[in-house]
């Protein structure tokens, strides 16, 4: 699969909660598209419905959640999914290489070829002394190591697609770049394809080629990550940026995100 074709294609993408009082959109008409090998930002604030959109990409809604409108089409064979924060997601009673292995032995994998893939995913994910590392919990690594296995996890089965929400969250500056390494060594050795989920312009700016901005459930304007950044069209985009603080500036009043930017 060359860099030219569409790997992810999302058209009109509704999503509805409901309750018993009523029923909600939290995505509406959303389009978007990946190519292969492409590393693609969704950005937008708490609430925008980003993490409901890529749950609607891994099929994995909650209960109260459904697609009522559009398509979703993957070229691919596999997609795999990294959740915001790993602690929440690690399993706290199952040691971490077990964790790592469990996709592979649930699409066939033998006990040895899982561990054999686990380790080699561990080291390229940086998790040094695997056999020490294997043996431990979830409360017994770092933020920044948790958050490697879960990388590691979610690589075992060599997806096409890899779906990061908000990877870098709570993690210091170092830990945080040593992440964004290892996103773009499994851009240059395995050709893989990248949606990135988060609110971080910084992390945007040094991975990712496109971005998509979301807000209220929509898309208001996507383009080239330069291109959208340094020119945004959009009022609320144009807020957003505008609302990241500055260290050079001092005493400077940020604009608050409130009201309804569609209709401006």
């Not at 860099?3 to 008409?29: D, M």
């Not at 959640?65 to 691919?76: L, N, R, S, V, Y």
């Not at 899982?114 to 002394?129: P, R, Y």
């Not at 690589?155 to 990877?167: F, S, Y």
Request: hydrophobic fraction near 35%; charged fraction near 20%; proline fraction near 4%.
């Amino acid at each position: 699969m060359n860099s030219s074709t569409r790997l992810l294609n999302i058209q009109n993408l509704t999503v509805e909660f409901s309750s018993k009082e009523r029923q909600f959109q939290v995505v509406k008409n959303l389009n978007l598209k990946i190519y292969s090998g492409e590393f693609v930002a969704l950005v937008g604030e708490s609430g925008s419905g980003k993490t409901i959109t890529s749950l609607s990409i891994m099929n994995l809604l909650p209960e109260n959640a459904k697609k009522t409108g559009g398509t979703i089409d993957f070229a691919g064979k596999n997609k795999s999914i990294i959740f915001q924060e790993p602690m929440t997601s690690l399993n706290p009673l199952i040691k971490i290489g077990r964790q790592i292995q469990e996709s592979g032995l649930c699409h066939g994998m033998t006990k040895q070829q899982a561990l054999s893939q686990a380790e080699k995913l561990a080291k390229l994910t940086g998790l040094e002394n695997t056999r020490r590392i294997f043996n431990c919990y979830p409360h017994e690594l770092s933020g920044g190591m948790r958050q490697r296995a879960m990388i590691a996890s979610a690589l075992m089965t060599n997806p096409e697609l890899l779906i990061a929400d908000e990877p870098t969250t709570a993690l210091d500056v170092s830990t945080q770049n040593k992440i964004l390494s290892i996103f773009q060594n499994l851009k240059n050795e395995f050709n893989t394809s990248l949606l990135l989920i988060t609110h971080d312009f910084t992390v945007v700016k040094k991975l990712c080629t496109r971005i998509y901005i979301m807000y209220k459930g929509e898309i208001v304007e996507e383009g080239p990550t330069t291109e959208v950044l340094q020119n945004p069209r959009h009022p609320y985009t144009k807020a957003l940026i505008n609302s990241i603080p500055d260290a050079k500036k001092r005493n400077t009043k940020l604009p608050v995100l409130f009201g309804d930017w569609q209709n401006e």
